[in-house]
């Protein structure tokens, strides 16, 4: 397909994905004027919308983390794919076949889409090499493994739950056998390079084998666990990060949890503890992969959960993961209980003692989040002593800031008023301290943030400099109108006369191109041909229309700036002679006139 073809089919599917429908899918959206306001899912926005969506224009724009763009740029951000698989998606969603080639830049997107797809085969070649091993007599020793930790051949099954027998190249030849090369492996993270050049088996010291599994079902990495005792090897060990597999944006076990319907998820260590839990007939566990729980994670889990347990080990690292997890999770508007498990060092040795009945229980008995932390802070003062009181009361005060739902925050402080014999108003005293720390440090942040965004915008700090850069972005938007854009060539008006920001510079040179075919330029079309780096600032650009009717009338001002600074640049350069200088003199008293 030709590079014009493959955008004609992205318009499409822009246009036969309704913005506002797949948006709302993930927030709550409210009318503003010509606009729709919500919460944006994209970051920690939980005071006041800032994400802005234009249902005429079909495009978004988050005032907040500055992302933008179209129903594709949501959707990539959103549910964190890549461009091609964000595009599958909403064709998909709209019976759209995916075109099978592209030129110019979109190939390189369509080569890189089949390379993952080489991936995703290769994974699931392996996986089966895997799983196959267990019933062979060379996977003896994982299938002991899994039978002395009660693993059913149905929950085997179920997550895929493989053997990688000791062996430098087992898994190379199979797979060599497939068709497959080994720099391909290479790239599936399944096999390492030595510093001569050759490869060896990834998991070449014995393991058992859990393929991780995406929310499509697609299989893109592997964990494994060492079952041979006396070995310096780390116990866990994962695939690398490849093309495919990015541990941030994964969580083990989802593929089969997010089908749960309980709207809770619970958060466990490692994939023993979710595979036992599944077996046990707790179907909505998850585990992170083998690093800390992220905000990535945090959206993963709000997207198919309102709920979360976190099921970490009572140690000291466990608390440390579990105050970590929590406060994200808090962070993105989850709710988070912390369950501690009294008899056992984890649910699965919980589960083997007492049953899945009394664990049910021990869930159902989780202490919400702020209790807990407001709990491990307690059991390090005594509060007979007056010192340690107020040292807690300033610590407990310190969480409770975090607390913004008024009701909620008005029970925990009545609770510790009662407890520590106190004034509630003392309490909110101290509340309200740590508040203004916060403001002060977020104001700052903000501050910092709208300084770095002005010297890189404006260059220069000059009043003349904000003015041409804001006379820019107001001229592009209207440039959208062919009469504005007419007008625009008639001053003469190119597109190195944007010269505050290089996004100015190529949102222009593509309005130009637009006009220059007779295509009326749409702005969720401008923005599918543009950068997808420059997603975020041109949706903002488009949206930043004032609610301006007459354009025509509204470009003279930002054609005059643009103008004006053109000519000033020019005669600084000294690229006119006396003759142009007159003419130039002329033009602009006919331009006042």
Not at 40 to 53: A, G, I, T, W
Not at 58 to 69: D, E, S, V
Request: glycine letters at 8%.
């Amino acid at each position: 397909m030709a590079n014009q073809d493959f955008q004609s089919f992205l318009d499409e599917v822009v246009m036969k994905n309704d913005i506002v429908e797949i948006i709302s899918g993930f927030t709550t959206l409210k009318r503003s004027g010509s606009g729709l306001m919500g919460l944006c899912p994209l970051h920690n926005d939980k005071k006041s919308p800032s994400l802005s969506v234009s249902p005429d224009k079909q495009i978004f724009h988050c005032f907040g983390c500055g992302a933008g763009g179209s129903v594709i740029q949501f959707v990539e951000a959103a549910m964190n794919l890549d461009f091609m698989d964000a595009v599958k998606y909403l064709a998909d969603r709209v019976h759209m076949e995916m075109p099978n080639t592209r030129g110019g830049d979109k190939q390189r997107q369509l080569i890189l889409s089949r390379k993952k797809e080489r991936l995703y085969q290769i994974n699931a070649l392996a996986a089966r090499y895997y799983y196959e091993r267990l019933s062979e007599p060379e996977g003896r020793p994982g299938l002991e493994y899994l039978r002395n930790r009660k693993i059913s051949n149905s929950t085997i099954k179920k997550f895929g739950i493989g053997y990688a027998p000791e062996g430098w190249s087992n898994l190379i030849d199979h797979l060599k056998k497939q068709g497959c090369s080994e720099s391909d492996m290479y790239d599936a993270g399944l096999v390492r390079k030595r510093e001569n050049g050759t490869y060896y088996d990834a998991f070449y010291d014995g393991r058992v084998v859990f393929p991780i599994i995406d929310v499509r079902g697609r299989i893109i990495a592997f964990g494994g666990r060492i079952i041979r005792d006396g070995t310096d090897a780390p116990k866990y060990w994962n695939t690398p990060e490849t093309m495919i597999f990015k541990k941030k944006d994964n969580l083990f076990g989802l593929n089969l949890a997010k089908n749960d319907k309980s709207g809770r998820l619970l958060l466990m260590e490692g994939y023993m503890d979710v595979v036992a839990l599944h077996q046990s007939g707790f179907g909505n566990a998850v585990a992170s992969l083998g690093t800390s729980f992220t905000s990535e994670q945090a959206r993963l889990v709000k997207r198919y959960a309102s709920r979360a347990v976190l099921c970490y080990d009572n140690d000291e690292a466990g608390k440390k993961a579990t105050l970590r997890a929590g406060d994200i999770l808090f962070d993105e508007g989850v709710k988070v209980r912390v369950l501690t498990v009294t008899d056992g060092k984890d649910p699965d040795e919980f589960i083997k003692n007492k049953g899945p009945d009394m664990f049910a229980v021990l869930i159902e008995k989780a202490e919400p989040l702020i209790e807990y932390k407001i709990n491990e802070i307690r059991e390090k003062y005594n509060l007979n002593d007056v010192d340690d009181k107020v040292d807690f009361t300033r610590e407990a005060s310190a969480v409770l800031a975090r607390v913004k739902n008024p009701a909620q925050r008005e029970i925990y402080v009545s609770r510790l008023a009662d407890e520590l014999k106190i004034s509630a108003g003392s309490i909110m005293a101290g509340i309200t301290e740590f508040e203004r720390a916060n403001a002060r440090i977020e104001a700052r942040r903000v501050e910092n943030e709208r300084v770095r965004q002005t010297v890189r915008r404006e260059r220069v700090g000059t009043e003349n400099a904000r003015g041409l850069y804001w006379a820019e972005r107001l001229l592009l938007n209207q440039m959208c109108d062919k009469r504005v854009m007419k007008r625009v060539r008639e001053c003469g008006i190119t597109p190195d006369d944007f010269t505050c920001d290089p996004v100015h510079r190529r949102l222009a040179a593509l309005l130009f191109e637009l006009s220059d075919k007779g295509v009326r330029p749409e702005p969720a079309d401008i923005i599918s041909r543009s950068l997808p780096e420059d997603a975020g600032p041109v949706s903002d650009i488009l949206m930043s229309d004032k609610n301006i009717e007459d354009k025509l009338s509204a470009s003279v001002g930002p054609t005059e700036t643009i103008m004006k600074a053109k000519e000033e640049r020019l005669i600084a350069g000294g690229a006119y002679d006396d003759e142009q200088l007159m003419r130039l003199f002329e033009k602009k008293k006919q331009r006042k006139l």
